[in-house]
């Protein structure tokens, strides 16, 4: 049999190969190195890896092409998005490798241990956590980095994979409350699993549809190309194409947690550590709404009459049930594990408006909310008790009286959640709103700012009990953080507040990158 | 529109209008960053940048004078630009914005100056300063900015700030709860305001002021009347106006200052100052003006009748301010030359509203925080000052000759009389009905606080004069509160031109001559009506009353009203959510596995949290989304 390759263009696919070979290098250092030494060679290794891998994006900075056969497109919202979760990525790393705060670091040195054993109990005090943790996480970002670039069902499916895993494993790490990490992991990992399953029946079914379209060319096919010609061009039976699109739009809807989807966000979230969970919220929903914005945009573009309506179902009861379940949560990390799943559904808006600014629109909110929500869950690391983080809220009670600071940097982010002008939440649903309207979308939009109305609340009743109320006498603590934490939380403000208040170079960025290779 | 709109381009000292708002601004982020640092002069810091603003906006005034055009326009920035969106940070420095400004800052020094000896005894009063400047910023990017998403800048900021100030004392529950009434309240009318701003950029594709001014006429008249009316729906929730009046009244469980400057003077008029500044498009469509008159007229009467049976010192300034604002409201409404009239008023409340609401913030400094005017009575002997300023601002606000309220409430009376056809008669009884109860409720309240026997709690013995860094700005206030209205009603009026326009003069129904005899006729049987029954005190405690009183007592029943329609539903709906997604699915797993087998034992284990009862709600979801696909195909294809 004669097997041809595809040519490949690895200057094109540089990041990718640049983090996963870092990852690789990693589970060598994890092998060699002693472990004291560890620590600092995989956070400075995972370091390098996310600058080497943004400078390589930025040298492909005016790429647009395919390559791998059709499996990988290079394009301008490929470029943005790696961009994305690379700057947000790194961002996550330095708040996984902050040590100072919690002494060893936020992960458990041994996974396997038995909860509540002598040792576990010992290696929750002191012992130095795992750092398998960033090969982890390095595999994820390039994952994702696969993800947003995947130009056929496969290769998308292989890279969600690739990307799930690690984070599954994650979960399951947390140095305190170790049950509710592991059990977080567990219902990850199961419904992800589920979640998979109805994207790999999507994915076989359009693949049917294909077929059946074929017509003159030999066959069907899974890459984007060949089903938009299918779309298009096909009189076959489209039973067959709505069923498989439904099915991979669940998959997707799984990850960017969108109701009914959503059910796993707040345990997980809740359950796994403070920076994984900050990682997960900003980098997984880049990812994930990368990769849903290429089906949609690219593959079903011909369809988006008939997968708007519903799709814009899905967005109407993502931001209510965000929304006003956000208004009943009492712990600040499934608060926050809501307002993903409200965001989600703003997202899912200025991804529907099927237009060069429902893309540019949709890919700055992405950026704009993944600095915010890491700024966030960086803050909630800090607030302690003997028992690690404080995350009731009523513990957060008159915490704006023992640390002015940090309660008035957590004020600005809660103000930008809840999209109040000058921040970046406002512009970037000022934006999403308008892209929408634009495209004809004007009950999405109705139904964005009732909700986003709704949602305010529970983040000033945050503002207000920290500001206004007397610290009891169970308001935890402030660490102070150390340098890798405060990094992060500053690049976080600081993007919140430059793109709430001069947003315009970012959207412009976006606004260039705005178009797919087809 | 006749004419175009169009603005000239800053220069010179009113290129630095961006002052107005940064300086406030940098205040407040100074008094509230620094933390304790800053609390022994942090107070001082707040007076000082208002008061600076104050002379900066006086002298922008006298150069914006000396323009031909009157109305300068400053872009700082592109802020969002997105596809055909295009959003300036800019200001818009005109007439209409400059008497705003000197309102805002001028009032708002002096309320900041009293603030400082009446929050003297508060542990939190350097923050409170830093959310009051925050407060003033807010408000001066409202009424500055040069298109709508910046006045909605402004908008949410003074919402933020209000909301804040209203919960300040948090730890009376009380506070709480109004803080959260204003902020849902609030929030319906936000909400009406910012579908109204993408109406115009899905329509006109534009949010500049001038682009949306000039493009309106072009408008299909549905588009107007809901733009109008969203826009309306905004300038009530945020102006306490029918049918979102009643977080108002309730939003005086703030410190005295704070209700004087923000629900008194500046903030809750920003209502009225959206109706004005968009008069262009309100003045396309007459159902709209009707709508807006109804509004004001209702709610006038509302708030006077509502007025009538409260107890509560500031309660009943509160119901007065929702009764004078629906004055403003009317006049905005009728349209023409009668725009003028109400900023005038407007402009005049501002001080005789914040002068009294300084007032009964000294009764309370002086009797430990007692609110209930049936435990006030001959105060005028112990408090000289607090009882003469006081004393003013009420024959302002009855509208007596020649105090100001008598020059900016009476030509809005005879211009509701002035509408061509019967309505005149309804909008214009309506209106001089008003200003005979209006001299009711504030005489009952006057005689009762300063006149009459002592009712006093049994702990206070000898009530004191505040001290002068309280009484100086009451002084003051009190002065503005007898000759403003006279000094401004016609030079503000021709000052205003460039912005409302010329009104056609229309001739009232009754002769101006018979309108201001009834009115004042009907004031002096209202103040003395008032003065006869309340000069030897009143019943301690509250007295069985007829229906009218009660629903009077009862607001109206509009809280009910409210309870009912909106609250119990939407506890109804979270509940049902927080059920559905923590309970639903997995109780009907758990009841399904209890009654397969038998054991009710296993009801106990119903708890949230298992894997397959999430697996179960995504199959569901899943099953419902193919349908849902599947549906809209075959639609399609039948």
């Known amino acids: 049999m004669d097997l041809k390759l595809p040519p490949i263009d690895y200057a094109a696919l540089a990041p990718i190969l640049v983090l996963f070979g870092a990852s690789c290098l990693g589970i060598l250092v994890e092998a060699i190195l002693p472990r004291a030494r560890r620590h600092l060679a995989q956070l400075v290794l995972g370091l390098l890896a996310v600058v080497g891998a943004l400078v390589a994006v930025v040298l492909n900075a005016h790429d647009r092409l395919v390559t791998a056969g059709s499996a990988v497109a290079i394009d301008g919202p490929t470029l943005f998005l790696q961009g994305a979760i690379l700057v947000l990525g790194g961002m996550g790393l330095l708040l996984i490798g902050e040590r100072s705060v919690q002494r060893g670091g936020e992960f458990v040195a041994h996974a396997a241990v038995t909860v509540g054993s002598p040792e576990d109990q010992r290696q929750a005090a002191d012992e130095g956590g795992a750092t398998e943790v960033y090969p982890l996480t390095l595999f994820a970002i390039s994952g994702m980095l696969l993800f947003v670039a995947a130009n056929d069902l496969l290769t998308m499916f292989i890279a969600l994979e690739v990307f799930s895993l690690p984070l599954y494993l994650l979960c399951a790490l947390a140095r305190r ?80 947690a969108a109701a009914p989807f959503h059910v796993w966000t707040p345990d997980v979230y809740q359950g796994a550590p403070t920076p994984i969970t900050g990682f997960m919220a900003a980098c997984t929903k880049v990812a994930a709404f990368g990769g849903l914005l290429r089906v949609l945009h690219v593959a079903f573009s011909g369809a988006s009459w008939d997968f708007t309506p519903v799709l814009g179902g899905i967005a109407v009861l993502t931001m209510l049930v965000g929304a006003i379940l956000a208004v009943t949560q009492t712990d600040i990390k499934r608060l926050l594990a809501y307002s993903s799943v409200a965001n989600a559904g703003y997202l899912l808006v200025g991804a529907l408006a099927i237009s060069k600014d429902g893309l540019s629109s949709t890919m700055f909110y992405l950026v704009a909310y993944g600095f915010t929500v890491l700024a966030a869950f960086g803050v909630v690391t800090l607030v302690r008790d003997a028992d690690g983080e404080a995350t009731h809220l009523s513990r957060w009670a008159g915490l704006g009286r023992r640390s002015p600071l940090l309660a008035g940097l957590f004020t600005f982010l809660l103000l930008a959640f809840a999209g109040i002008p000058l921040t970046s939440g406002f512009t970037s649903k000022f934006a999403v709103f308008g892209a929408a309207l634009d495209a004809g979308q004007s009950w999405l939009v109705i139904a964005g700012v009732l909700t986003s109305m709704i949602l305010a609340f529970p983040y000033l009743r945050v503002v207000v009990m920290m500001w206004l109320s007397e610290p009891g006498e169970s308001t935890p603590t402030v660490s102070l953080p150390g340098g890798l934490t405060t990094t992060a939380l500053a690049i976080g403000v600081l993007a919140t507040l430059v793109l709430g208040v001069a947003p315009a170079p970012l959207l412009d960025l976006a606004n260039g990158a705005a178009e797919f290779v087809r | 529109m006749e004419h175009s709109v169009e603005y000239a381009h800053a220069t010179g000292l009113l290129g630095s209008v961006w002052l107005l708002v940064a300086i406030p601004l940098v205040s407040a982020a100074i008094l509230l960053l620094l933390g304790r640092r800053a609390d022994r002069w942090g107070h001082w810091l707040g007076v000082a940048s208002v008061g600076a603003i104050f002379v900066l906006g006086l002298s922008y005034f006298f150069s914006l004078r000396g323009l031909e055009n009157r109305s300068v326009e400053l872009s700082l920035w592109d802020f969002i630009a997105i596809g055909n969106l295009h959003v300036d940070f800019g200001l818009l420095y005109d007439p209409l914005a400059a008497v705003f400004v000197l309102l805002i800052t001028g009032v708002g020094f002096l309320i900041h100056l009293y603030a400082v000896g009446y929050m003297s005894h508060d542990a939190g009063r350097r923050k409170f300063f830093g959310f009051f400047n925050l407060f003033v910023a807010a408000m001066l990017l409202l009424v500055l900015g040069n298109n709508y998403v910046m006045l909605y800048v402004g908008w949410e900021g003074v919402g933020l700030a209000s909301y804040l100030l209203i919960s300040f004392w948090q730890d009376r529950p009380s506070a709480a709860t109004a803080g959260k009434k204003a902020f849902l309240m609030n929030r319906v009318g936000d909400a009406g305001l910012a579908i109204a701003i993408f109406i115009m950029f899905a329509t006109l594709g534009s949010t500049q002021f001038a682009d949306v001014f000039n493009g309106a006429s072009q408008l299909a008249g549905g588009t107007v009347l809901a733009i109008g009316l969203l826009l309306l729906l905004g300038a009530a929730g945020k102006s306490g106006q029918f049918p979102l009046q009643a977080w108002l009244p309730d939003a005086m469980e703030g410190p005295t200052p704070v209700s004087a400057l923000i629900h008194a003077a500046t903030m809750v008029t920003a209502g009225v100052y959206l109706i004005a500044r968009s008069n262009p498009i309100f003045s396309l469509d007459p159902t709209l003006q009707t709508v807006v008159v109804s509004v004001g007229a209702l709610t006038l009467l509302m708030g006077c009748i509502i007025g009538a049976a409260k107890d509560d010192i500031k309660r009943v300034l509160a119901w007065s301010t929702v009764s004078q604002i629906g004055y403003m409201f009317l006049g905005v409404g009728l349209g023409g030359g009668a725009y003028a009239l109400a900023i005038i008023h407007l402009l005049a409340h501002g001080f005789f509203k914040a002068n009294m609401f300084l007032g009964a913030g000294s009764v309370m400094h002086g009797m430990k925080d007692q609110v209930d005017i049936r435990r006030f009575g001959g105060l005028a002997k112990y408090m000289k000052i607090t009882w003469i300023t006081f004393g003013l601002g009420w024959l302002a606000i009855i509208g007596m000759w020649p105090f100001s309220g008598f020059f900016t409430k009476e030509p809005i009376i005879v211009e509701a009389f002035a509408r061509d056809d019967w309505t005149a008669w309804l909008y214009g009884g309506a209106a001089l009905l008003g200003a005979g109860l209006t001299a009711f409720y504030m005489t009952r309240l006057f005689v009762l606080t300063f006149h009459g026997p002592k009712r006093w709690t049994e702990d206070i013995e000898h009530p004191h004069e505040s001290p002068a860094i309280m009484t100086v700005p009451l002084i003051l206030l009190g002065l503005g509160s007898v000759v403003a209205g006279g000094l401004m009603a016609t030079p503000v009026a021709s000052w205003l031109t460039p912005v409302l326009g010329h009104g056609e003069h229309h001739e009232p129904v009754l002769s101006h001559t018979v309108i201001t005899v009834l009115s004042l006729l009907l004031t002096v049987l209202g103040a003395g009506l008032a003065w006869m029954l309340f000069r030897n005190g009143t019943a301690l405690v509250e007295q069985p009353a007829g229906p009218v009183v009660r629903a009077a007592r009862r607001n109206l029943y509009t809280d009910a009203f409210n309870e009912t329609v909106f609250e119990k539903p939407g506890i109804f709906l979270t509940r049902a959510l927080v059920f559905l997604d923590n309970r639903g699915i997995d109780g009907l797993v758990n009841a399904l596995a209890a009654a397969v087998g038998g054991g009710s034992g296993r009801l106990r284990r119903l708890q949230t949290g298992f894997v397959r009862s999430y697996a179960m709600s995504m199959l569901t979801g899943a099953v419902l989304v193919v349908a849902a696909f599947l549906a809209v195909q075959l639609g399609w294809l039948a």
């Open chain 1, 177 to 256: 409350r170790r049950l509710l990490s592991q059990e977080a992991a567990l219902k990850y990992f199961l419904l992800g699993s589920y979640a998979s399953a109805f994207f790999l029946f999507g994915m076989a079914l359009v693949y049917g549809f294909t077929v059946g379209a074929g017509g003159t060319t030999s066959g069907g096919g899974v890459d984007f190309g060949t089903i938009r010609t299918a779309v298009t061009d096909s009189d076959a039976s489209e039973v067959l194409l709505f069923a498989g699109l439904a099915l991979l739009s669940i998959g997707l809807l799984f990850k960017i």
